[in-house]
């Protein structure tokens, strides 16, 4: 069974539709990709999983437990966490707070919890009295992924995962979220980094304005020539 | 909080607390009306420094906490002192149902829509002649006893309402909800995603700022004994409170204490001798602050006070 699935997602900004019946699906363990040029709709495909965007119709099914415009409270605790675009830390708070920021819906041993951050990303550890917003970078995206598991969620979502971010942090990153994948969190990763998101996912989707129009197994889609096409400029 | 903290905030309230035996009626009066806008700036600033929603009217709350008092006095013969759990009241019933259509409103959004909502209510009670005496003003009974006896009432009444104020800002800000209020004002869409029930919370942090207000309110009718609209739902109090939270400090717990004791004794020292160019002066401060100490004094001045600092706040800031 599919751990999250969405069918037939339908939302917008006012009279314009943004989502066009967009359904998919992860199930538990895996790392799931979606692409996507720049206004065809990932984010807001994200802002309305998580319910910042209201969806006008169709359904955000989690764990068989249908949220769709459900309060973002509740979303969360339903087990998903999410790494939102720009990160958005709270930049006048510390790492530490940051994180406990994240655990804010259960706070049951939530020293474990960073712990098991901070090993992920001892450079956190190393920052974590100075405030967000003087992170770099790279140390403010570890600290947004780490945010989001702080609530132990069952899928994660990362929007725009490497934007910005030094190839070689991305290195470090991606072989992070793969850890976290292999410790049982499933993933959907907006990335805009085809051939890197191609190689570390099982599957993936392609959305162009609104609408998913390519979806399959990410080994073969790496052939596929409309992506060549599309993002790689082949 | 620290060791040090404690006992300078200790003698500060105990110096308050012998201070009426010492000095003069007037500089009571004067005290009394610090801590008046001392409990308004306190109280506002949950909602306004916390939670980073500018209630610009939050004087409604102010005024309506008057009324209730004038009403609950007058036309129902309660004690002056039982009707303060009602102005309490009043503020929180008002706030959420208020809460939950402005709330969704932001920033500059939402500081007009209070500042409407304080007009609206004015008006009412204008109208409302029957109950509130309308234009013509409601007189409260006046209380009984020795003038000094009275000053010294009204003075601990006042001080006792500015430091439930105190509490309320104190205990919020190291409590869950406190963390969750600041970061909405960071960011309502992360804090929203990290699990946090904002529209809740911040309907919350403006009832219990409302109930601060609003007993605030209540005393003052009862000290002034004669309330009008006018004199109880004043846009220039809004300004004053505002200037105050911003020059204390907005989101820290003892920067609006600051805030108020600064401004309101300037304003007796010197404006008293200045009175037809008052708000030329409070328009000038507020640029001030806004130039050299936009954190406020509590923020900027932790270390110590220096000039370097304002010339740093000046460039950084330069628009």
Known sequence: MALLEIKNLNAGYGDLRVLRDVSMEVNEGEIVAFLGSNGAGKSTFMRTIVGLNRAWSGDVIMNGKRLTNSPSEKIIKSGIGIVPEGRRLFAGMTVTENLEMGAYCNRKDIRRRMDSIFQSFPRLYERKDHLAGDLSGGEQQMCAIGRALMSEPKILLIDEFSLGLAPTVVDSLTKVVQDINRQGVSILIVEQDVQMVLEMSSRAYVMEVGAITISGNSKDLIDNPKIKEAYLGM | ?319
């Open chain 2, 1 to 319: 909080m620290k060791k040090k903290n404690v006992i300078s905030f200790a003698l500060f309230i105990i110096t308050l607390a012998v201070l009426p035996h010492l000095v003069s009626g007037y500089w009571q009066r004067v005290l009394t009306q610090t801590f008046l806008f001392a409990s308004i700036a306190v109280g506002s600033n949950i909602i306004i420094g916390y939670t980073g929603y500018p209630a610009f009217g939050n004087i409604a709350f102010f005024g309506v906490g008057a009324y209730v008092t004038g009403v609950l006095t007058t036309k129902y013969n309660m004690a002056f002192v039982a009707t303060l759990p009602f102005c309490a009241l009043s503020g929180i019933v008002l706030a959420i149902l208020l809460g939950i259509p402005i709330l969704r409103l932001k920033g500059h959004y939402f500081a007009i829509a209070t500042v409407g909502v304080m007009e609206t209510i004015k008006e009412l009670i204008d109208n409302m002649t029957e109950l509130t005496g309308g234009g013509l003003g409601l007189t409260l009974p006046i209380m009984q006893g020795e003038p000094e006896h009275i000053y010294r009432f009204f003075y601990y009444a006042m001080l006792l309402c500015m430091l439930f104020a105190l509490l309320l800002s104190y205990v919020i800000s190291k409590v869950k909800l406190g963390y969750a209020l600041r970061a909405i004002r960071v960011d309502e869409d992360a804090a929203s995603v990290m699990g946090i029930n904002t529209p809740l919370y911040k309907t919350f942090a403006w009832a219990l700022s409302a109930s601060a207000v609003g007993i605030a309110g209540g005393i003052y009718a009862y000290w002034l004994s004669y309330i009008d609209p006018h004199t109880v739902f004043v846009g220039t109090y809004s300004v004053k409170m505002f200037a105050m939270i911003l020059l204390g400090g907005a989101g820290t717990v003892m920067g609006p204490l600051l805030g108020a004791f600064t401004l309101e004794l300037i304003s007796e020292l010197i404006w008293s001798k200045f009175i037809a160019i008052h708000g030329m002066v409070l328009g000038l401060l507020i640029i001030f602050i806004i130039l050299f100490i936009p954190k406020g004094m509590f923020e900027t001045f932790k270390g110590g006070f220096s000039f370097r600092k304002l010339l740093t706040n000046l460039r950084e800031n330069s628009l």
